[in-house]
Every structure is written in C-alpha cells, then in structure tokens.
T-cell receptor, first 114, second 118 residues
Framework: KNQVEQSPQSLIILEGKNCTLQ??????????LRWYKQDTGRGPVSLTI?????NTKSNGRYTATLDADTKQSSLHITASQLSDSASYIC?????????????FGRGTQLTVWP | EADIYQTPRYLVIGTGKKITLECSQT?????MYWYQQDPGMELHLIHY???????EKGDLSSESTVSRIRTEHFPLTLESARPSHTSQYLC?????????????????FGPGTRLTVL
C-alpha cells in the first residue's frame, strides 16, 4: 500500500534553533518528492521538489534530503524564525499514470517560540 | 505568490442547503484539483480536471460535483450540505505534465474554504 509517514507529528523549538523533520514513504514506482509549507488557514506552498537522482536540495534556510534506496527524506530548517511556525507536508508522486498521483503525509506541525 | 483564489474563505450554513465553492486561477493552468482536508490529517483528492469540459472523481468519495466550463474557473457544488461535509476545501492548479508518465509539475494551492455545516 502506498503511504507517506511523517515524524514527529508536532515539534516545538526555540527561535534560532535548528530542526529536522522526517518523511518515510512506500510509494512505488517513485517519481518525485515535494515538501510543502502550510500556514494556518492557508493553502500549502511548495518548498522543494526532488527527483530520484537528487540527494539534496536547498531553498534558503530549508534543506531537503532524499535517500531513494531507503525511501526516506528529511527537511532541515536552520536558524528557525517565528514565521517558520506552520505544518510541513511531505508529498510523494508516483509515475504510474500520466496524472502522477500524489500521496500526502499528515504533516509535522512546527511551532517556533521566541 | 500563486494567483489562485477561493471564495468564500469561511462558510457556515444549515443542513440541506445548496452551496457552491468558487475557485479561480489566472495562470492559464490546464490542470485543476479539489482537495478535502480535516485538521491534522492528510489532503484527500476529491475531484480533478485536465482542462475545459474534463472532470474526474478523485480518490476520496465525495457527494460534491464540479464543472470546468472555462480554463480559469473550477467551482465545486454540494446540492444538499450535511454536517459530515464540514471540512477545509482546498483548490489547486498546475501546468500540463511533461508526459511519459512523469509528473514534475508543482501544484499551486488557493487559501482554502473552511466549511461548517450545522
């Protein structure tokens, strides 16, 4: 069964600290993996996208890694800011159809305290 | 910032009412989607469209219907709302895929409509 599991479910850190969010998936065949940021009451916004051959991709203070062999991804946030408080969603796409079906994780709710 | 809009942002209605959630995008995207999201849960695809006059049901069974008469507009309708329809509804759009079974096109999401049915 194609699934995307994220951990932790929620995380609280102090402003300025680093953190790492995890994503494990069983989606096959694999096309790409995205990390989205969803602010409360808003729609998700894409942070990074990685295909099978990419191991690391950065977007400012966000760095995503992908290990396609173990089917794991992480999102590392450095020097956290209050505005980083949001839900971070891991989304995996298969290549089993032209639609490229998306499988969503439940997200990690990150709270950054001052 | 994605140019995709949803109205209303919040809606509280009584059981049995007919409602239409609006979604518009100005990016000229062919593909559009409707998702349902409950708090702390993953997004579930309920409808999608490849283009004008094309609509398909998604993975999650839904009593809602959609139409795609214009590229930029993808409204979702509930003929008779029930409390079980209470949820957040997110609209998204993306450019046409590259074909060959690969899908790297990013979906751009609207701000969502929070629906509460009493």
């Amino acid at each position: 069964k194609n699934q995307v599991e994220q951990s932790p479910q929620s995380l609280i850190i102090l402003e300025g600290k680093n953190c790492t969010l995890q994503c494990n998936y069983t989606v096959s065949p694999f096309s790409n993996l995205r990390w989205y940021k969803q602010d409360t009451g808003r729609g998700p916004v894409s942070l990074t996208i990685m295909t099978f051959s990419e191991n690391t991709k950065s977007n400012g203070r966000y760095t995503a890694t992908l290990d396609a062999d173990t089917k794991q991804s992480s999102l590392h946030i450095t020097a956290s800011q209050l505005s980083d408080s949001a839900s971070y969603i891991c989304v995996v796409s298969d290549r089993g159809s032209t639609l490229g079906r998306l499988y969503f994780g439940r997200g990690t709710q990150l709270t950054v305290w001052p | 910032e994605a140019d995709i809009y949803q109205t209303p942002r919040y809606l509280v209605i009584g059981t049995g009412k007919k409602i239409t959630l609006e979604c518009s995008q100005t990016m000229g995207h062919d593909k559009m989607y409707w998702y349902q999201q409950d708090p702390g849960m993953e997004l579930h695809l309920i409808h999608y469209s490849y283009g004008v006059n094309s609509t398909e049901k998604g993975d999650l069974s839904s009593e809602s219907t959609v139409s795609r008469i214009r590229t930029e507009h993808f409204p979702l309708t509930l003929e008779s709302a029930r409390p079980s329809h209470t949820s957040q509804y997110l609209c998204a759009s993306s450019e046409a895929g590259t074909g060959g079974g690969k899908n790297t096109d990013t979906q751009y999401f609207g701000p969502g409509t929070r629906l509460t049915v009493l």
